[in-house]
């Protein structure tokens, strides 16, 4: 994909020539996430960003004691406590 370039607004805002945005899958009214990494602004679906986070984070996962089993056997034990 070759550059674009956009201009900044008085309010502050940016448009995303369609090129780039159709490229992503990006629809109007979608929640981004924005990010400053090494001095650049990047933007991205919010669905990719929680798809890229799973992915660093699958490593913690224990597929034999999923998280919500763990947590509900805590939160049983300890209602039974009380």
């Given amino acids: 994909m070759s550059d674009h ?3 900044l607004s008085k309010e502050g805002r940016i ?11 990006m629809k109007a009214g979608e929640a981004l996430t924005l990010s400053v990494v090494d001095g650049e602004v990047r933007v991205a679906r919010r ?5 890229s986070m799973q992915k660093r984070l ?8 999923p998280a919500v089993d763990s947590l509900l056997r805590e ?8």
């Fill in 15 to 25: 448009l995303i020539p369609a090129a780039i945005r159709n490229a992503l899958g």
């Fill in 47 to 51: 669905l990719s960003a929680i798809r």
């Fill in 58 to 65: 699958a490593h913690l996962r224990d597929p034999k004691d």
């Fill in 5 to 7: 370039t956009a201009n």
């Fill in 75 to 82: 939160r049983r034990a300890a209602a039974s406590r009380e």
